[in-house]
Every structure is written in C-alpha cells, then in structure tokens.
C-alpha cells in the first residue's frame, strides 16, 4: 500500500493553478501536507476567463477574502447577466439575468403566472419582474443590504476581472499559507514502473520534484493528463462547433456597464467585458466558416475604444477529458476540458472541480470507487453545461449566413431535446438540486430567444384575474423601487471599491 498523500504538486500556474494552491492551502494550513506549485514565466496563460458567475463569491468568502480588496486588486466590475444582441435574429437583443423572475406562488415557479398574464393579452414583458435585467437596462447596481426588507428575492451578481491579477492574488494568498511556488518548465515526468501512478517530475534545468498527489493545471495540452497517462478526451464539436477565438483588450469606456455582452457574429459571438481600467473583447468563431486573419480583421473593426495590443488567436477543441481524475493526477481548468466562455463557465469549474476533489481528498489509498464518482460527477457537471451553451445556437432563426445555417442543422443532444420538448408542451423546467443553470437561466434563454410553450402550469390559473393582476403589479413595483434605489454601476465602484488606478475619473 502507497505511503498516506502528503505532498501535492500542482504542475501549471494561471487562475487554475493558483485557485487549487488557495484552496489547499486554506483547508490544509497547519497539518503535515505541502503544497507546492511549478509554473514557467516562459509559458503563457489562456486569460480569458474575465466574466464570472455568482458561486464565485462563495469561493472567495470561503477562503476568507476580503471583497473590497478582491475587487480593488483584479481591477473587477459588477456583473448582473449578460445581454445577447442579434443571437435570436439581426436586431433583437435580450437578457440573462442572474437572480429569479419574480416570486414563486402556489409552490410553481413565477414564469407560469407571467405565461398566463401574456396568454390574456396582457403587455408586462417578463423582464420586468426581475430586478437584475431592470437595473443592467440603466446602468445601475448595488449589493444587497442586510437592512433589505423587499419581498423580492435577493439581487444576484458576480464580477468581471482581470484574470491575471486575479491569479497573482491568489499567489500571494497562497504563498502566505505555506504554498511554495517553483520557476520552472516541466520537461519529463516519471512514473512509478509498479502501478504507473506518476511519482515525480523534472523541470528545464535538471531539478526533480517528487509527489504525492499530482493537479494538472498545465491547460489544453493537458501535460499530465493527457500526454502522460493518456486520459483521452471526447470531442464536442457536433454540437459546439467553434474552435478558435481572437482576444483583445481596448481601452476603458468611458461608462462601464454592469452586465457581459455577447453579440451574435457572421461564424460565432463577440465578447465584451467592461472593467475598471479597461475593456476585454474577444471572437469565437467556428474555423471552417471563417478565417483567423478576418476574424482578427473584424474583431478590431468592431471595439468601441482603441486596442491596447493585437488580437491574440486561441485555438481549442470543445468537449471533455474521459477521465478528469486518473491514478493519482487529477486534471484541472483546460486541462479538464473546454466550454466556450459564452455563459462564463470556465473558472466556475475549476471551482466545483476543487470543492468535488477537497470532499473526495485521498488518504491512505487512491480509492478507485471514489475516482469513479468524481469522474461522472465531472461528467454530469460538463454535459448539463454543454446543454445549455448548445439552446442558445440551437433557438435561433438565423440562417444569414453558412454558419448560422450550420446551426440550425445541429442535431440536438438527448438530455437537451426531452428538456426543450418539456418546456414546449407546458412550460415545464425541472432542474436538479446540483445543476448550475436553475429555472430562471433556462427561461430566459428559451424565452429570450423565441421558444414559447403551448401551455403553462394548471395552477397558475388558481388566482382569480383581478388577483394576479394585483399581485403582478406589486411585484413589477418592488423591482421598480428596487432599482431606483440603485446608484449608477460607476458611482458604485468609484465610492465603494475603486482601484487605485482606477479611483479618478469615472463618471458618475
């Protein structure tokens, strides 16, 4: 039997790396574990994980980060959603907003009510019973108050930073916990000739660093994973056919907008992420409709203030590794697999990939039984996702051009047809207690991007019209007072959590 885990190597910096050395170092301060972590200055990072999702700020309130200091240090704005303009067809533009629509009534959720308002003629558009798509419309934003007594849900949000700040936040954060950061390129790994579990690794200048427990954080090439103990990896570009991206940032705006836009393009989508002291842009888009010199050329023709740099181009295959955890190596960030960034899912995985591994942690043994239910639990956790990212290609009317044609043709997924056939019928959405994407997510994009049901929940007729109609109107009311208590997003910012750099000059 193998010698109790000890010491943890993990082999790859960037916000991957940097978040498992964090959260290692959180949990295991103290004890008889080590960390440590080799990266290579010559080696660099994908970065373009800029816009976050809400489970973001458990991660940081578990590790016991300060908020304001977080967002001072990765130069981060507010996030409300994302806005998607010309993705259901040329002109349209729609919401998806973090936060649920209104309130549940009669143990169903809101949208059934809101169907049966607009099944009788009435006019209240669904996104104003939610307080997150009223507040991003003007530009405002505040976090909620412990003093806050609406009836309302909670407003929901998340961030947008500056991927690379955040990592080096995360250094410092680990390093003062007891994690040891190694300069170095990896140029061999040996393995162990008994079971071919990997018992050590050797960097560029002869230096060998022996381990336990090995955490793949070397992105897309997968160096562990992949080039040494073969995992394989399950391609998904039949149902998400981009494959490459161009990334850009461009300078500040001159007022930045709570919310993530993506804009639906000729072969793929443009990003914009708007933060304190500048602003990420970024095509992806499918290679076999568009070249990476036009991509570049258009993309650059599209910012809204001059670029900083030139387009740097990415290239990836979207789909998953067979096995995320094999041996004693487990395989995190790109290294695991690749969803487009288009719902900002990137560094939410790597952070349920670490909470998964922190409850299955090795002690004597490497538990097969325990490896398998944390690979289908990876697994579960992927194609959900790739559900969701593929509703949105999928519900178009586009078929402008060859790409949005080769979008309609896309056979859909099992799990995705028997959810859509669902909600066509009668608007239901049942999600599981564990799915990232809850009721509100799928109804926005179904509904943002013209997919209406035939039928809504029978209980949503127990309220007599006048009724619902009362009840309708106090809730749009509370969201609309909700949202006038609200500063501007940069007034926010400037008075509550400016950079340094940051601090003079936003306009109110």
């Known amino acids: ?14 916000t991957a790396g940097w978040m498992a050395a964090a959260a290692c170092s959180k949990f295991l301060q103290g004890s008889e574990y080590s960390i440590e972590l080799v990266e290579s200055d010559e080696i660099g990072t994908v970065g373009v994980g800029e816009a976050t999702i809400p489970p ?11 908020e304001v200091e977080f967002i001072r240090a990765t130069q981060a704005s507010f996030k409300l959603g994302i806005e998607f303009v010309d993705w259901t067809r040329l002109g349209h533009t729609y919401f998806h907003p973090f936060g649920t629509f209104g309130v549940e009534m009669h143990g169903i959720h809101f949208h059934h009510f809101w169907l049966r308002h607009l099944a009788a003629g009435g006019t209240f558009t669904h996104d104003e019973f939610n307080s997150c798509t009223m507040a991003a419309k003007v530009g405002r934003f505040a976090r909620p108050l412990p003093t806050d007594r609406s009836p309302l849900p909670p407003i929901g949000y998340a961030y947008h930073f500056d991927a690379g700040l955040y990592a080096r936040f995360l250094r410092q954060y680990a390093e003062a916990r007891g994690a040891k950061r190694h300069e170095g390129r990896v140029v061999d790994v040996q393995l162990s000739a008994e079971d071919g579990f990997i018992k050590a ?19 897309f090439r997968g160096l562990l994973i992949e080039q040494t103990l073969h995992a394989g990896y399950e391609d998904w570009r039949q149902w998400l056919p981009c494959d490459r991206a161009m990334a850009v940032p461009c300078e500040r705006l001159e007022s930045t907008t709570p919310y993530t ?7 793929g989508w443009q990003w914009r992420i708007p933060l304190q002291h500048r602003t990420g ?30 387009p740097r181009p990415l290239r990836f295959i979207t789909g998953r590794r067979k096995e995320v955890w094999k041996k004693n190596c487990v395989a995190l960030g790109l290294a695991s697999g690749f969803l487009e960034p288009l719902e900002s899912t990137s560094i939410h995985l790597i952070q349920t990939a670490i909470a998964r591994l922190m409850s299955l942690f090795p002690g004597q043994h490497f538990d097969p039984a325990a490896i398998a239910k944390y690979n289908a639990l990876a697994q579960v956790e992927m194609e959900e996702i790739r559900d969701f990212l593929l509703l949105h290609y999928k519900a178009t ?26 909600y066509r019928q009668n608007a239901h959405l049942v999600v599981a207690p ?24 029978p209980f949503a007729d127990l309220p007599s019209d006048a009724e619902l109609k009362r009840r309708l109107e106090l809730i749009r009311g509370d969201v609309e007072k909700r949202m006038q208590s ?15 750099s940051a601090a003079q000059g936003a306009p109110a």
């Open 261 to 267: 836009r993506s804009t639906a393009r000729e072969a």
């Open 486 to 500: 609200f500063p501007t997003h940069d007034a926010y910012i400037r008075e509550q959590c400016a950079a340094p």
């Open 201 to 219: 690794i050797t960097l560029s200048d002869g230096r060998t660093i022996p381990g336990d427990f090995f955490i793949d954080c070397s992105g």
């Open 1 to 14: 039997m193998r010698d109790k885990v000890r010491k943890i190597v993990i082999v790859g910096g960037g």
């Open 397 to 422: 009317e586009r078929t402008d051009t060859p790409f949005w044609r080769h979008c309609q043709a896309i056979k859909l997924t099992d799990s995705l047809e028997q959810r859509w056939e669902m």
């Open 434 to 457: 564990h799915e990232l994407f809850k009721e509100s997510s799928w109804f926005a994009v179904f509904t943002g991007q013209g997919v209406s049901p035939k039928a809504y929940h």
């Open 281 to 310: 842009n970024g095509y992806v888009y499918c290679s076999e409709f568009l070249s990476d010199d036009e991509a570049a050329k258009l993309l650059l023709s599209r910012l809204d203030a001059t670029p900083r740099a030139d």
């Open 56 to 66: 973001l700020l458990l991660f940081n309130r578990t590790l016991g980060i300060d």
